[in-house]
């Protein structure tokens, strides 16, 4: 008495699926059948001819012949009914959702035209008919008929290959923030489920493949051709600007297709800002300088003029790497692009005055950061929240004092972070087996550490602290994790030129090229610490791409950069519709570009995680060129000395403005050369004088 109006209808996927001696029993049936549906009884099966098990034809729709119905009439003389029809892959998805009225008494047929699908085998098919009135039920349909209408293989494959890989496409784009990459998750078992039968239809499709590869890169990716260098264009100068070109494309279809006028992306303003982490870099070296600019600036606006800060906090009471995302990252990629803005320094400022509410001298007299835990109101001084935790985001919150102390030198901003340095680096510890480590927490106020490891954000602080004071002990930690064959993994995430600032150019420099032999083995080269988002490759190639640079940084064989350059383009242009038209969740999606900035800028100016920038110079250009006129290299970057290569791929010769950046301020000696033979030296002197230089001077080069 108590049915619902709702009647489901299975049509088996076929009549052969039996056990000996149970015929025409429940037994007969697939268990699948009974556990979706609680068929209860079931008759016997005749021994004709009935599945679409292999059938070459694909299912265009179902025809339904409705009995006169029973039932009184709810909406005037009317009978409302609905119609699900169930993708026989996912129940829960349905292929047509079809809701209309009848007259009751009146025999209908019904033509379902559902998107063509070429039916799994071992599936049945499942559909459910709702009606409007308590009356309705099992017996109101006491004669209908279902027929199953199939078309032509090949037509039918176009729309369900569409369909599968539309699905396998939106539903990545939900589940790749956190990637479930077990069937036991119910997303990640839909995108496998729909997948496998895209591959069953059509094995060669491309975009799935890219998908199929993203998630097991250890099959490796489809095979790439890559563009072809013109004959009289070194390899390496032409894979560099294709390279650039590919980064050009990514941004502008973020800021062309998903920017609006107050400036959001659409992910949610916090995650906004993690898309665009690598944006100023791209402008500092000739892309889309205006754009990008306006771009970023009126994102950072939109912090603001949303409330999400409080005195220079977030509003918001979250955790420590939330806290930064609150529009904390947005500032310095602000500051790169319009340096010394008023606005920006003001909002910089600000945020930089907030760390003194949330740092604190612990019992033992250090300085730490109090929690993990907090807002531009409240902090939790709960034992669960008061903490740092050295290996995991704490430290992403002091990106804009390092930024200031960086500007003009703030004393009271640059003492804290200092005693902030000193209490980290009280913190290092031997442990039992000989070497030196961090702890990987620290407890506040108590000071107790526990765990052991850092991550990039501590490694980038400590690089600043030693970059203000050339104090030799901000860098043991550095030192600890390559003398106990870390394999120099740490200095992938520090943006400046380490091996030459710190005179390694023959050490670790040498050491770091015998682990690329001849050009690219990997297989000597651990796991990495960290992966950066968009970037789901084995960590060991994000190793070896950087590793090939300081390679030919150490001989000078552009052969690694070839390689290198050739590697990130491939990788880049296989995801790039991923990362763009997929619409994917925007904190992951990315772009390989590291060594790129080393190469064109000296050092990395900004990517995330990486706090301290670490360029030496920046270019523009006069129009008509434009940032990929001109590939460039910079063998050599510190802070008194730079050596840059220039290659122009135009047919006119092209003006770039050199500014200056992590420069001694002073005279320097400027010569230029033609360099006639492509290699490092140069054949002609051009050009000889002292040009003064600092922080922000130009230099026009031709």
């Known amino acids: 008495e108590n049915a619902l109006p709702l009647v489901h209808i299975l049509i088996p996927f076929e009549f052969r699926v039996e056990r000996a001696g149970t015929y025409g029993t429940r037994e007969s049936v697939t268990t699948e059948f009974f556990e979706l549906f609680r068929f209860q009884t079931y008759e016997a ?8 098990e292999n059938l070459y034809g694909g299912l265009e729709g179902i025809a339904i012949d409705l009995p006169a119905l029973n039932v009184k009439p709810t909406h005037g003389e009317y009978f409302p009914l609905n119609i699900q029809l169930k993708d026989p892959l996912w129940p829960d998805r349905n292929l047509l959702d079809f809701t209309f009225s ?8 019904l033509w379902l035209d559902t998107r063509d699908r070429i039916l799994p085998n071992g599936h049945s098919f499942y559909l459910t008919i709702a009606g409007a009135g308590s009356d309705f039920g099992p017996e109101s349909l006491e004669g209908v008929q279902v027929r199953l209408v199939f078309k032509d293989y090949q037509r039918a494959t176009v729309e369900h290959e569409l369909d599968r890989f539309t699905q396998v496409r939106d539903n990545v784009g939900n589940f790749v923030e956190w990637g479930p990459n077990k069937k036991k998750f119910k997303l990640y078992d839909r995108y496998s489920r729909d997948i496998t039968d895209l591959f069953r239809v059509n094995p060669h499709h491309e975009r799935a493949r890219h998908y199929w590869s993203y998630f097991n890169p250890e099959q490796g990716w489809l095979r790439f051709q890559q563009p072809k260098a013109p004959a009289d264009v070194p390899l390496w100068a032409f894979r560099q600007v294709e390279l650039l070109k590919l980064m050009k494309q990514f941004i502008n279809w973020w800021i062309d297709e998903r920017q609006i006028e107050n400036g959001e992306f659409g992910g949610g303003l916090s995650d906004d800002g993690d898309l665009t982490h690598l944006w100023p870099a791209a402008a500092l070296m000739g892309i889309e300088p205006e754009k990008i600019t306006h771009s970023i600036h009126i994102l950072m606006d939109a912090y603001y003029d949303n409330g999400m800060f409080t005195d220079g906090l977030n509003t918001i009471f ?41 740092t604190g001298i612990d019992e033992l007299g250090h300085r730490h950061i109090r929690s993990k835990y907090f807002s531009g109101t409240r902090i939790s001084e709960d034992p669960v929240w008061a903490r740092s935790l050295t290996n995991f985001f704490s430290y992403l919150i002091l990106h804009p004092g390092q930024v200031l102390v960086e500007y003009n030198g703030h004393p009271m901003v640059k003492r804290l972070l200092l005693e902030l340095a000193d209490g980290l680096i009280a913190h290092r510890r031997q442990h039992d087996d000989g070497n030196y480590y961090l702890p990987g927490e620290i407890l506040f106020p108590s000071g107790e550490g526990q765990g052991r490891g850092y991550g990039a954000d501590a490694a980038n602080f400590l690089w600043a602290a030693w970059r203000w004071t050339g104090d030799e002990k901000y860098l043991l930690p550095i030192y600890d994790e390559n003398n106990q064959g870390e394999e120099f993994e740490v200095l992938r995430f520090i943006g400046a030129n380490v091996i030459d600032l710190l ?21 000597r080269l651990k796991p990495a610490m960290f992966t950066f988002p968009g970037d789901r490759v084995p960590n060991s190639v994000n190793r070896r791409n950087s590793f090939r640079h300081v390679a030919w940084q150490v001989t000078g064989n552009k052969d690694f950069l070839d390689s290198s350059y050739a590697d990130q383009i491939r990788a880049i242009a296989q995801r790039m519709s991923m990362f763009t038209e997929d619409h994917w969740w925007i904190d992951q999606v990315g772009f390989p570009g590291l060594e790129i900035q080393r190469a064109r800028l000296g050092g990395v ?48 010769p092209v003006t770039a403005i050199m500014t200056a950046w992590d420069l001694e301020p002073g005279i320097w000696d400027l010569t230029v050369g033609i360099d006639s033979d492509a290699d490092d030296g140069a054949n002609r002197i051009t050009r000889r004088e002292a040009v003064p230089l600092e922080r922000t001077k130009e230099l026009e080069l031709v």
């Open 102 to 109: 009848v007259k009751p008494g009146e025999a209908k047929t």
């Open 503 to 523: 005179e390694k150019h023959e050490s670790w420099g040498r050491s770091i090229t015998s682990l690329l032999s001849p050009i690219d083995r990997v297989d």
């Open 605 to 652: 100016a900004a990517f995330r995680m990486i706090t301290y920038p670490g360029h030496t110079v920046s270019w523009k250009f006069k129009a008509p060129a434009t940032g990929e006129s001109v590939a460039i290299l910079m063998p050599e970057a510190t802070t008194q000395a730079v050596k840059i290569i220039a290659f122009n791929l135009e047919d006119a």
């Open 45 to 52: 099966f005749t021994s004709h001819s009935y599945t679409w």
């Open 318 to 358: 979250t955790d420590q790497l939330h806290t930064y995302e609150e529009g904390i990252q947005v500032q310095p990629q602000a500051m790169l692009l319009e340096y010394g803005d008023p606005k920006i320094v003001e909002r910089i400022m600000e945020t930089a005055k907030a760390l003194e509410r949330i």
